[in-house]
């Protein structure tokens, strides 16, 4: 996103508002649904959200990438939503919140690719919630290990020994998939 944008937010400028909101809507709403699950509560946030951006213009965090940033703010507005309907949720648990990834959202285009999909998915299935939500920040929000660093709240050191876990939890699982598959047709024959 340009940073000049968000300078002008900062300066009282209404079309810098909507056109930040313009060229981040379909991503927040992406990661907000892997978090919530739920269509109108992650609308409720992201209008939350601009609507805090908007009200606090002058005081908003100076951002290198204002992306992260507003990733942040609204996981922390779905985890505090989220409690504030299910009382049964620890005050400090957002283990329990799962971004789904599917085969499909890495892979489609043909038949082979639908099956890579399949295998993927299962293999995606294999992580833990955290593992999920670093994979899709790296990979779909296209943010860093300092910027998912500063989304999950999780040291630096940590995102990236939990994200080179997945990777390699998911090589060997997806390894494992296609070993598997291979194995079931060559029994055919």
Known sequence: MNNHLWVEL???????????????YTDLYNYGMRISHNEELTRDCIHDLFTKLWSGNSTIKEARDPKPYMFRMLRW???????????????????????????????INDETSKEQGERLKTAIENLTNRQKEIIYLRFYGGLNYDEISDVTA????????????????????????????????DSLY
């Open 10 to 24: 900062k300066k009282g400028k209404q079309s810098a508002l909507l056109e930040i909101y313009k060229l981040n």
């Open 77 to 107: 507005m779905i985890i505090d939503a989220l409690k504030h309907y299910s009382p049964f949720v620890e005050k400090n648990d957002t283990e329990l919140y799962d971004p789904i990834l599917s085969g499909e959202d890495i892979l």
């Open 154 to 185: 999780i040291k630096y050191q940590s995102v990236r020994n939990i994200f080179s876990k997945a990777m390699k939890q998911l090589r060997k699982n997806f390894m494992l998939q296609s070993a598997l598959i291979c194995t079931y047709f």
